[in-house]
């Protein structure tokens, strides 16, 4: 079984002719920031009000927020706490009931397999800005989360905050006895591993590709405590209106398939076409017509992936070309300073923290 087989994609991120446009996410987990930062002895009011939030918005789960500001608002957390694992501790404090019908799927699917797959299908619910990844293959199951809105702030926070949940989803399911094979993270190593070692008892691996949890594939037939058929029928209905509702088009959809495409290593134009359900001609035809072609808008992709690895991992130039599956360093060398006059090791030196 390929990883392509099992990865299935959450249309989120909305894009336009003109350029990327900020996605959504609802307030769900980020409604505990105001109580982490006050066990950080830190006030919220200031840091809401500066990023353009009130603390009342955070009261409503259901609320929906820009994603780009929640990252900034994750940044000034940070920044005023002082506390750079504060997407950790915001995750390791939120139960799956806070992801809203995604979550409450989670809890009434009849086993792992179905829950697991519940998220890859109805994450869009609560996310527009990142997509679940899925794969299984030789005994392991690899479950994860990646950004794909452009420009986000402190999009390590948001990796430690969405890991974190996923863990939490997996000891809701299966109990205590459940235990990860491996802990991946698309970020720097801190320089305090601690809180990492001490929530996830797991190997840690930094400067990953993909931020993702890795478990025993056996852990997938493991019948849910919390199962409850007619719930999640039920709540099966409602994912389904609530997708109708959304009414996302082509080039909405476009960008997080490529994303998650040149993850897996299956992009090409007839793979992509497949995931629409439509033939290669009528891709292409559609693309024209929106004023753009399937090469400038795969390069985009390419360049907001190496954006954010450059940003906020220490994968080498050669590491982060095979991500990307550039036949080697070179090609996207020269892509890179096509696309930004500077060379990947030129920009990431300019872009480094202060």
């Given at each position: 079984?390929t990883?392509?087989?099992?990865?299935?994609?959450?249309?989120?991120?909305?894009?336009?002719?003109?350029?990327?446009?900020?996605?959504?996410v609802r307030?769900?987990?980020?409604?505990?920031?105001?109580?982490?930062?006050?066990?950080l002895?830190?006030?919220?009011?200031?840091?809401?009000?500066?990023?353009?939030f009130?603390?009342?918005?955070?009261?409503?789960?259901d609320?929906?927020?820009?994603?780009l500001?929640a990252?900034?608002?994750?940044?000034?957390?940070?920044e005023?706490?002082?506390?750079q694992?504060?997407?950790?501790?915001?995750?390791?404090?939120?139960?799956?009931?806070?992801?809203?019908?995604?979550?409450?799927?989670?809890?009434?699917?009849?086993?792992?397999?179905?829950?697991?797959?519940?998220?890859?299908?109805?994450?869009?619910l609560h996310?527009?800005?990142?997509?679940?990844?899925?794969?299984?293959?030789?005994?392991?199951?690899?479950f994860?989360y990646?950004?794909?809105?452009?420009?986000?702030?402190?999009?390590?926070?948001?990796?430690?905050?969405?890991?974190?949940v996923?863990y939490?989803?997996?000891?809701?399911?299966?109990g205590?006895?459940?235990?990860?094979?491996?802990?991946?993270?698309?970020?720097?190593?801190?320089?305090?591993?601690w809180?990492?070692?001490?929530?996830?008892?797991a190997?840690?691996?930094?400067?990953?590709?993909?931020?993702?949890?890795?478990?025993?594939?056996?852990?997938?037939?493991?019948?849910a405590?919390?199962?409850?058929?007619?719930?999640?029928?039920?709540?099966e209905?409602?994912a389904?209106v609530?997708?109708q509702?959304?009414?996302r088009?082509?080039?909405?959809?476009?960008?997080?398939?490529?994303?998650l495409?040149?993850?897996?290593?299956?992009?090409s134009?007839?793979e992509?076409?497949?995931?629409?359900?439509?033939?290669?001609?009528?891709?292409?035809?559609?693309?024209k017509?929106?004023?753009?072609?399937?090469?400038?808008?795969?390069?985009?992709?390419r360049?907001?992936?190496a954006?954010?690895?450059?940003?906020?991992?220490?994968?080498?130039?050669m590491?982060?070309?095979?991500v990307?599956?550039?036949?080697?360093?070179s090609?996207?060398?020269?892509?890179?300073?096509?696309?930004?006059?500077?060379s990947?090791?030129?920009?990431?030196?300019?872009?480094?923290?202060?």
């Open positions: 079984m990883f392509c087989d099992n990865l299935h994609t959450m249309f989120a991120m909305a894009i336009t002719i003109t350029g990327h446009r900020d996605s959504m307030v769900g987990v980020l409604g505990r920031i105001p109580s982490v930062l006050h066990t002895e830190t006030d919220p009011g200031p840091i809401f009000e500066d990023v353009g009130t603390l009342e918005e955070f009261k409503d789960a609320r929906q927020i820009s994603y500001r990252g900034r608002l994750l940044a000034r957390c940070v005023d706490s002082g506390c694992h504060f997407g950790l501790l915001l995750g390791q404090s939120s139960s799956p009931s806070l992801l809203g019908v995604p979550g409450f799927m989670v809890h009434s699917a009849p086993n792992v397999a179905r829950a697991l797959d519940d998220l890859l299908y109805n994450l869009d996310d527009h800005g990142g997509s679940p990844t899925l794969d299984s293959s030789n005994g392991v199951t690899v994860g990646t950004i794909h809105q452009p420009g986000v702030k402190a999009a390590e926070q948001i990796y430690d905050l969405s890991i974190a996923v939490n989803i997996m000891r809701t399911l299966c205590s006895s459940w235990a990860p094979l491996e802990i991946m993270l698309a970020r720097k190593k801190p320089r305090d591993v809180p990492y070692r001490r929530f996830f008892k190997p840690i691996r930094f400067d990953a590709a993909q931020s993702a949890v890795a478990f025993s594939s056996r852990w997938l037939k493991y019948e405590p919390s199962a409850d058929e007619f719930l999640h029928d039920h709540l209905k409602e389904r609530l997708h509702l959304q009414h088009e082509l080039l909405d959809r476009l960008h997080e398939v490529l994303h495409g040149i993850l897996n290593r299956r992009f134009v007839q992509i076409s497949a995931k629409f359900k439509i033939n290669e001609r009528t891709l292409h035809r559609r693309l017509a929106a004023g753009t072609s399937f090469r400038h808008e795969l390069d985009g992709a360049q907001a992936l954006l954010q690895l450059l940003s906020n991992t220490d994968l080498s130039i590491e982060i070309s095979d990307l599956a550039y036949k080697g360093p090609s996207f060398i020269r892509a890179f300073k096509r696309w930004n006059d500077v990947p090791q030129t920009w990431r030196l300019s872009h480094k923290p202060e």
